[in-house]
C-alpha cells in the first residue's frame, strides 16, 4: 500500500513540474488573448465585461461622432466662400478637402470641414444665418462608445502581453526560445500599432466633426413653395415618358432584324400551319346513317 502511495506521489510531482514548464515554454506565458469577448455587463452602459472581470467606465464619457451634410445656394460667390472660410476658422475647423468647377458658367464647390464638436450646432447655426440660401441640412450621430472602449481594452491586454515578453526575452538563453519570443513579440507589436492607429482615428473623428458642403453660385434660389413643387413633379414625370419612349424605340431598332425575320417566317409558314391544325383538331364531317337523317330532319 506504501510503494502504490509513493508512486501516486512522484506521478503528481511530475505532472505539477510539466504543468508549470508548459507555461513557461512556447506560446503559453499566462497571458491573456487580445481577442477576449467584450460585452456588457447584464445590459448595464456603466461596465464592460472581459473573461468575467468588470471593468467600470465614466458613463458621461460617450463617445459620439458627429457628421452633416449641407448644400447652399449663393448669388455673390467668392463673398460667400470667404465667409463660410472664416466661420470654419472662428471655431478653430479646418478644411480637409475643397473642389471647384464651373458648369454652365456657373461655379461649384465641394468642401469637407472639421469642426470641434462641442461647436458643431453652433456652427449650423452660423451658417443658416448666413446670405446665402440654405436648400438642405442633415445632420447624424454614431455612437461608438463601446468600439473605443473594446479598443482600449484589447490595448491594455497586448501592452501586458507586451511587457511580458520583454522580460521572458531577456532571461531567455535557448536559441529557439529567443526566437519564439521575437516573433510573438513582432506579432504583438504590429497589433499593438494597429489598434493604436483605430484608436487616434476615433479621437480624431470624437474631437473634431465632419461637414460636407456644396456651394452652388445661381442667379436666382431655388423655390421650395408648394406651386413649385408640383412644377417639378410634371416636368419628372414629362421625362420619365419621354425617356421611356426613347428607350422603346431604340430597342425596336436593335429588334428589328429579328421581328422582320419572324414577320417572314409567319407569312410562309400561317397557310401550312393552318392546314396542320384543321387536320389534327379542326371539326371532322361525320356520316349520319339513313334513320338518324330522318330524325335530325323531324
Known amino acids: 500500500m506504501k510503494k502504490w502511495i509513493l508512486v501516486l506521489a512522484v506521478l503528481l510531482t511530475v505532472c505539477g513540474c510539466s504543468a508549470k514548464k508548459s507555461e513557461d515554454d512556447g506560446y503559453s ?16 452602459p456603466e461596465y464592460y465585461e472581459n473573461n468575467g472581470a468588470e471593468v467600470p467606465r465614466d458613463p458621461n464619457q460617450e463617445k459620439l461622432v458627429y457628421t ?56 449650423l447655426d452660423d451658417l443658416r444665418n448666413t ?7 442633415s445632420t447624424y450621430v454614431d455612437n461608438i462608445t463601446k468600439q473605443y472602449y473594446d479598443n ?43 489598434l493604436y492607429s483605430e484608436k487616434n482615428t476615433m479621437d480624431a473623428d470624437v474631437a473634431f466633426s465632419t461637414v460636407e458642403m456644396t456651394i452652388d453660385e445661381v442667379t436666382a434660389y431655388t ?11 410634371f416636368k419628372g414625370s414629362w421625362r420619365n415618358f419621354t425617356d421611356n419612349l426613347e428607350d422603346g424605340v431604340i ?4 429588334a428589328l ?31 349520319l346513317p339513313e334513320e338518324d337523317k330522318g330524325k335530325s330532319q323531324e
Open 68 to 123: 452633416g451634410n449641407i448644400s447652399i445656394e449663393t448669388k455673390n460667390y467668392e463673398d460667400f466662400t470667404a465667409e463660410v472660410f472664416k466661420i470654419v476658422s472662428k471655431y478653430g475647423g479646418f478644411k480637409q478637402a475643397v473642389s471647384e468647377n464651373v458648369w454652365n458658367n456657373r461655379r461649384h464647390m465641394s468642401l469637407t470641414v472639421r469642426i470641434p464638436a462641442e461647436h458643431f450646432e453652433e456652427f
Open 131 to 137: 446670405e446665402g440660401s440654405l436648400v438642405s441640412v
Open 251 to 254: 430597342w425596336i431598332i436593335y
Open 29 to 44: 506565458y499566462g497571458m491573456k488573448n487580445s481577442s477576449d469577448s467584450i460585452a456588457y455587463v447584464n445590459g448595464s
Open 223 to 233: 423655390e421650395t413653395t408648394f406651386l413649385k413643387r408640383i412644377k417639378d413633379a
Open 257 to 287: 432584324p429579328a421581328l422582320i425575320i419572324v414577320g417572314i417566317a409567319v407569312f410562309f409558314l400561317r397557310k401550312p400551319a393552318k392546314k396542320l391544325w384543321n387536320r389534327h383538331f379542326g371539326k371532322k364531317n361525320t356520316v
Open 152 to 194: 482600449e481594452l484589447q490595448i491594455q491586454s497586448l501592452e501586458t502581453q507586451h511587457e511580458r515578453l520583454l522580460e521572458l526575452l531577456e532571461k531567455a538563453s535557448n536559441l529557439s526560445d529567443v526566437i519564439q519570443l521575437e516573433e510573438r513579440l513582432s506579432d504583438v507589436e504590429y497589433r499593438l500599432n494597429k
